[in-house]
């Protein structure tokens, strides 16, 4: 697909046709990559996407305790000897 660049402002920028923006599934935020001189675009991600939702559930399973909770609050050898209280 050919397009031609566009002046917006001091910028310049390509339309991108709504058919394909809906194809691919672009939202208001994207991604720009520049990779071997091409200039790829691609949704955001969402980053964390549904971890609330995610931490509810294990919350109200009880499964959301640490599985080393022994380990990590066993004094470390640091805490022995560089720890001042």
Same mark, same amino acid.
């Given at each position: 697909?050919?397009?031609?660049?566009?002046?917006?402002?001091?910028?310049?920028?390509?339309?991108?046709?709504?058919?394909?923006?809906?194809?691919?599934?672009?939202?208001? $935020?994207?991604?720009?990559?520049?990779?071997?001189?091409?200039?790829?675009?691609?949704?955001?991600?969402?980053?964390?996407?549904?971890?609330?939702?995610?931490?509810?559930?294990?919350?109200?399973?009880?499964?959301?305790?640490?599985?080393?909770?022994?380990?990590?609050?066993?004094?470390?050898?640091?805490? $022995?000897?560089?720890?001042?209280?």
């Amino acid at each position: 697909m050919k397009t031609k660049l566009i002046r917006i402002g001091n910028s310049q920028g390509v339309r991108i046709p709504k058919p394909v923006i809906e194809e691919i599934g672009l939202s208001e $935020e994207i991604e720009m990559i520049l990779k071997d001189n091409q200039i790829i675009l691609r949704s955001a991600k969402q980053t964390r996407k549904g971890w609330d939702s995610a931490f509810e559930k294990m919350a109200q399973k009880d499964d959301d305790q640490l599985i080393d909770k022994e380990e990590v609050e066993a004094p470390s050898e640091w805490d $022995e000897t560089e720890w001042t209280w």
